[in-house]
Antibody, heavy 120, light 110 residues
Framework: QVQLVQSGAEVKKPGASVKVSCKASGYTFIYSTMHWVRQAPGQRLEWMGWINAGNGNTKYSQNFQGRVTISRDTSATTVYMELSGLRSEDTAVYYC?????????????WGQGTLVTVSS | QSALTQPASVSGSPGQSIAISCTGTSSDVGAYNYVSWYQQHPGKAPKLMIYEVSYRPSGVSNRFSGSKSGNTASLTISGLQAEDEADYYCSSYTISSTLVFGTGTKVTVL
């Protein structure tokens, strides 16, 4: 069965960077597109970007341009999301989500979420 | 990219039908039939309920249906049940090859 298992909670200071991982299993990794979505406490879902796991192509939301980097390790079937220049407003649960077929046509599997807390 | 607009809350009694709207622009909702809907219970990851405007994933109740007209998509829940109480989000692919989510709707079963 498809599983997306994310790394554990993180506490970071303002200005630092965080790297969250998402280990995929149960399907052919290189034939997928993976997205990262975050949700601040009590707030809406916010799309951050996607990566084509096969060729490594990425696309990011303008809201995070320059601060977010999504990468993958095909041998480890793992996707990573690194966010730099952290500020308190980046405190949120970060999710990875697998695209059904690409082009954002529905995220059929989600990771369990990783809480990132930014505090001095 | 601005969020898609959804009503903040919708409520209904058990057995009733409710509809949630999701309004975007010709650059997102109106551009493609790539609108999805997600259900999220407190403290849980979102769950895909509808994809490509009107298709239900395997295992999702047929009480959930989707449609689209122009720049507005809609999710209808018929035969409302207590377990349907949750937050609902729409999302759409955009002409910039990005994704955008809606503002979210809290569904309350009276």
């Amino acid at each position: 069965q498809v599983q997306l298992v994310q790394s554990g909670a993180e506490v970071k200071k303002p200005g630092a960077s965080v790297k969250v991982s998402c280990k995929a299993s149960g399907y052919t990794f290189i034939y997928s597109t993976m997205h990262w979505v975050r949700q601040a406490p009590g707030q809406r879902l916010e799309w951050m970007g996607w990566i084509n796991a096969g060729n490594g192509n990425t696309k990011y939301s303008q809201n995070f341009q320059g601060r977010v980097t999504i990468s993958r390790d095909t041998s480890a079937t793992t996707v990573y999301m690194e966010l730099s220049g952290l500020r308190s407003e980046d405190t949120a649960v970060y999710y990875c989500a697998k695209d059904r077929v690409g082009a954002g046509r529905g995220f059929d599997y989600w990771g369990q979420g990783t809480l990132v807390t930014v505090s001095s | 990219q601005s969020a898609l607009t959804q009503p903040a809350s919708v409520s209904g009694s058990p057995g009733q039908s409710i509809a949630i709207s999701c309004t975007g622009t010709s650059s997102d909702v109106g551009a493609y039939n790539y609108v999805s809907w997600y259900q999220q219970h407190p403290g849980k990851a979102p769950k895909l309920m509808i994809y490509e405007v009107s298709y239900r994933p395997s295992g999702v109740s047929n009480r959930f249906s989707g449609s689209k007209s122009g720049n507005t998509a809609s999710l209808t829940i018929s035969g409302l049940q207590a377990e349907d109480e949750a937050d609902y989000y729409c999302s759409s692919y955009t002409i910039s090859s990005t994704l955008v989510f809606g503002t979210g709707t809290k569904v309350t079963v009276l």
